[in-house]
C-alpha cells in the first residue's frame, strides 16, 4: 500500500550538552586550534566582536532565545566567515526557528571549513533536513559524510561522544535508502542502527540509543520486507518494534499500519482491518489519516463491501485535498468488475508501457524513457530507453503527466505517430497502444482480488481427495486421488465422470504420454496404465510395496516413479516390467522430475539428511545434492531446462537453483503454508499451491511470488496443471477442482 507516514525528523537535538567541554566550550578557539589561531590575528583587529558574537548566539540558543541567537550569529559570521563554530551555533539557531534553506547553507560552510566535530554534527544536520524535505540522495550524501568522519576520528577526543548518534544517522540513511527502493542498503543500514557489527562497517554503533531509533530500525527493516513480501520477516520486525518501551506514537502508527497491509496482502482482511483501526485511534493528523483510510478501503474491497470502500475514499479526499483519489478509484471499480467506471476515473484504458522523466536536451523539450513495463507496446513499437519523446500524432509532450494522459486516453490497438529524439536526430515512430487490463490486474492493491476472482471452482463428482492432474490439451483431462479415483473431463473441466481404475488403493499420480496412454501411481507400490484413454485400466508389476508418489515419462517408452524409503523406479517398455534403484533408503521421495532424457531430479523429505538427488544418464546413477538447509521437507520439484528448477515445501519453502542443483537459493513466498506442487508454462511464468488454497504466482522467474489465491480455503491444494499459458487447473481436499482461465 501506498505509505505516506514518514519517520519522526528531530531536526534539532540540544548539540550544545554534547560540545559542553570546560573551557573548550568557553573559548571556541581553543576547541578549534587552526581556526582558534586566525581568530586570536582577527581579536587584535576586531576587538573579539566575532569570538564575543559567538559566544553571545550559543548562549541565546541554549536559553531558547533563537531570534537573538540568529542575530549574533550573523554578526560573528560576517565578521569571521572562516569561523566554523560562528556558522555552526547560526545554523542550530536557523534550524530552530525552521528557517530550513538558511540552516542548510550555516551547516554547509561548516562542512566546508573543517573537518572537526561539528562537521560531524552539521552533516547530520543536513541530512535531517534533507529527510524532512524528501531529497533521500541528499540524506544519503549527508549520513554517509557524517560517518565517514567518524570512521577517520573516532580516536580522537573531540569525537568520544559522537558515537551515541551513529544509531540515529543509520536510522535517517536507512530511511532514505527504502525510499530510494535500495531495500538491501537500507536493511543493513537498520541493522547497523540496532547496534548489530556488520562485516562490512567499521563502526561499532552502541546499544544505548534511544528506544525510538530501535523501534525506527525495526519498522524500517519491517517496510522492507514488506516490498520484498516476506510477509513472515516483516510481520516479525514490526512485532519487535512494538515490543520495546516507551512505544514512540510515529512507530506504533508505522507498526500497526505496516501489520494490517502484511495481512492485507495475505488476503486476511479482517486482521488487516483491525491493525488499520488501532492505527487510526493513534493518527496524528489528516495526512495519516488520509493513508490509513486508504488501506481500510481496499481492505473493505477483499471483504466484499463496495460500498464502505468508495465511502472511504471519498472520506480520504475530504480530509486531505492533494489526494487525487481518481487511480484508487479506477482500481476500485476494475476490483468489482465495473471496468467502464474504472476507465472514467483512470482517464481511459490505454497504455504505452513505458517509464519515463522529464527531459529538456536543447531544442528537444519531452520525457525521456527510462524503462519498459512487461510485454511493452513502446518497447514492441522498437522505442529504446533513453529515447525522448517529444510528440505524439503532432501534438506536442511537454509533461510527464501530459504524456500519460494522453496514452491512457489511447484506445487499445490504435495506432499513433511518435517523434522521438536518438542521438540527437529526430525520426518517426509508429505505437500500436496496448490494453491497461494487464496493468491494473497486477497492481497490488487489487491482485489479490482480481486474481481470486480468475479460479472458480468446478463440479468434480467426486468428495474423495484428488492428489494429481494431467492434462493432454485444454479440454480433455484427468484427476486422480483417494480410494483409486480416477475422473476425466473432455470439455475443460465443466463435468467429470468417474473412470474404474481397477484399484482401491490411494493414486497420488498421474501422467499420459499421449492422448490415449497414461500412468497413475499410488500407494503400496501400486501402478495402473490405460491405453484408451482412460476408458479402462490395468495393474502393472511395480515390484514394490513401497507407496510411490510421483510418476513421470521421457518417451512413450521411459519412465520414472519415486515414492518411500528412497525408492526410485524406472521403466523401459512402456511399465511392462520396472528396475528399482534406491540411492538412500531413509528418504521418502515425493516427486521426480525429467528435464530431458538424462538428466532427472527427485526430491523430498528426510530430517537431517540431503534430499534432492540427481541423475545425468538416464537413471542409471543418483547423485545427493546440497540444499540450502538440513531440515528441509520438499513437496515437489519441476524444471523449466536442464539448468533451472524449482523445489517447494513446508512452511512456504520455495527454492532455485539455475546450475543444475548444484546450489539452491531460499526465495520468499512470505507465508507459512505448506506448499505441495509448482509449475511453469515458460521460463519467467509460474505457479504454486498448497494448504488453505493458496495459490502464488510468479512472473520473473521465481523472484518474487505474490499470492494468486489467498489462504483461507476450507480445502488443501495438492497439484498444479496448465495445458497451456492461460489455462490452469488446481486441484485437492474433498475432490476440490479450480480452474484458471
Not at 117 to 125: G, L, P, T, V, Y
Not at 338 to 347: F, I, M, P
Amino acid at each position: 500500500m501506498r505509505n505516506n507516514i514518514q519517520a519522526v525528523s528531530g531536526l534539532h537535538r540540544n548539540k550544545a550538552k554534547r560540545n559542553t567541554k570546560g573551557a573548550a566550550t568557553a573559548r571556541p578557539y581553543l576547541y578549534y586550534p587552526v581556526a582558534g589561531l586566525l581568530l586570536l590575528l582577527v581579536m587584535n583587529f576586531t576587538g573579539c566582536t566575532a569570538l564575543d558574537y559567538t559566544i553571545s548566539a550559543k548562549n541565546a540558543y541554549e536559553r531558547g532565545l533563537y531570534d537573538d541567537a540568529v542575530a549574533s550569529g550573523l554578526k560573528a559570521a560576517k565578521g569571521l566567515p572562516s569561523y566554523a563554530p560562528a556558522w555552526y551555533w547560526l545554523g542550530l539557531s536557523q534550524l530552530a526557528k525552521n528557517q530550513y534553506y538558511d540552516a542548510l547553507r550555516s551547516f554547509q560552510m561548516v562542512v566546508n571549513i573543517t573537518g572537526g566535530r561539528q562537521a560531524f554534527d552539521s552533516h547530520f544536520q543536513i541530512a535531517c533536513i534533507h529527510y524532512k524535505m524528501e531529497d533521500w540522495d541528499k540524506v544519503i550524501s549527508n549520513a554517509t559524510g557524517a560517518l565517514g568522519l567518524y570512521k577517520v576520528n573516532k580516536h580522537v577526543e573531540e569525537y568520544w561522544n559522537a558515537k551515541k548518534d551513529l544509531g540515529k544517522i543509520y536510522a535517517y540513511l536507512g530511511w532514505a535508502y527504502y525510499h530510494n527502493g535500495n531495500y538491501d542498503k537500507a536493511i543493513n543500514a537498520f541493522y547497523n542502527g540496532l547496534g548489530h557489527y556488520c562485516d562490512d562497517s567499521d563502526f561499532d554503533v552502541p546499544k544505548e540509543s534511544p528506544p525510538w531509533v530501535s523501534q525506527s530500525c525495526y519498522c524500517g527493516r519491517g517496510f522492507c520486507y514488506l516490498k520484498r513480501m516476506d510477509y513472515l520477516a516483516a510481520l516479525s520486525e514490526f512485532e519487535r518494534a512494538l515490543k520495546i518501551e516507551p512505544v514512540h506514537k510515529t512507530y506504533l502508527i508505522k507498526c500497526l499500519v505496516g501489520k494490517g497491509e502484511v495481512n492485507f496482502y495475505q488476503g486476511k482482511y479482517a486482521q488487516a482491518l483491525k491493525c488499520f483501526n488501532q492505527a487510526m485511534e493513534n493518527a496524528p493528523d489528516n495526512e495519516v489519516l488520509c493513508t490509513i483510510y486508504k488501506d481500510k478501503a481496499f481492505t473493505y474491497m477483499g471483504l466484499g463491501d463496495k460500498e464502505t470502500a468508495l465511502s472511504l475514499i471519498k472520506k480520504a479526499g475530504e480530509i486531505d485535498k492533494n489526494y487525487e483519489a481518481d487511480k484508487d478509484l479506477a482500481l476500485l471499480y476494475y476490483a468489482a468488475g465495473d471496468k467502464q467506471t474504472a476507465w472514467k476515473y483512470r482517464g481511459g484504458s490505454g497504455c504505452a508501457g513505458v517509464m519515463i522523466k522529464p527531459c529538456q536536451k536543447g531544442s528537444a523539450n519531452g520525457v525521456q524513457i527510462t524503462g519498459f513495463s512487461e510485454n511493452s507496446p513502446a518497447q514492441k513499437a522498437g522505442l529504446f530507453a533513453g529515447d525522448i519523446i517529444t510528440k505524439i500524432d503532432n501534438d506536442p509532450v511537454s509533461s510527464v503527466s501530459g504524456f500519460v494522459q494522453k496514452t491512457k486516453a489511447l484506445v487499445p490497438g490504435t495506432t499513433v505517430s511518435l517523434t522521438i529524439i536518438r542521438e540527437e536526430m529526430e525520426k518517426t515512430v509508429s505505437l500500436q497502444a496496448g490494453s491497461a487490463e494487464p496493468i491494473m490486474e497486477s497492481d497490488p492493491l487489487i491482485a489479490n482480488l482480481t486474481a481470486r476472482s480468475a479460479w472458480k471452482t468446478l463440479p468434480s463428482g467426486t468428495s474423495n481427495n484428488l492428489t494429481s492432474a494431467y492434462f493432454t490439451d485444454a479440454n480433455t483431462g484427468y484427476a486422480v486421488g483417494g480410494k483409486g479415483t480416477i475422473v476425466k473431463t473432455t470439455n475443460g473441466g465443466e463435468s467429470w465422470s468417474a473412470l474404474p481404475s481397477g484399484t482401491s488403493n490411494g493414486l497420488f499420480s498421474v501422467h499420459f504420454t499421449d492422448a490415449n496412454t497414461g500412468y497413475a501411481a499410488g500407494d503400496k507400490g501400486t501402478i495402473v496404465k490405460t491405453t484408451n484413454g482412460g476408458e479402462s485400466w490395468s495393474a502393472l508389476p511395480s515390484g514394490t510395496s513401497n507407496s510411490l508418489h510421483s510418476v513421470c515419462f521421457t518417451d512413450a517408452n521411459t519412465g520414472y516413479a519415486a515414492g518411500d524409503k528412497g525408492a526410485i523406479l524406472k521403466t523401459i517398455n512402456g511399465g511392462a516390467s520396472w528396475t528399482i534403484q534406491t540411492p538412500d533408503t531413509s528418504v521418502w521421495l515425493s516427486s521426480v522430475f525429467f528435464a530431458d532424457v538424462n538428466t532427472g531430479y527427485a526430491a523430498g523429505t528426510n530430517a537431517g539428511k540431503k534430499n534432492v538427488f540427481k541423475t545425468s544418464d538416464g537413471g542409471a546413477h543418483w547423485t545427493a545434492q546440497m540444499t540450502s538447509g538440513a531440515m528441509e521437507i520438499f513437496t515437489s520439484i519441476v524444471f523449466t531446462d536442464p539448468h533451472t528448477g524449482y523445489l517447494v515445501g513446508d512452511e512456504g519453502l520455495i527454492e532455485k537453483t539455475v546450475n543444475g542443483g548444484a546450489d539452491w537459493i531460499i526465495q520468499s513466498s512470505g507465508l507459512a503454508e505448506w506448499i505441495n506442487s509448482v509449475c511453469f508454462t515458460d521460463a519467467r511464468t509460474g505457479y504454486a499451491v498448497g494448504s488453505d488454497g493458496v495459490i502464488l504466482k510468479t512472473t520473473d522467474g521465481g523472484s518474487n511470488w505474490v499470492i494468486n489465491q489467498t489462504p483461507g480455503a476450507s480445502y488443501n491444494l495438492d497439484d498444479v496443471f496448465f495445458p497451456d499459458a492461460k489455462t490452469g487447473y488446481a486441484v485437492g481436499s474433498n475432490g476440490t477442482i479450480l480452474k484458471m482461465k
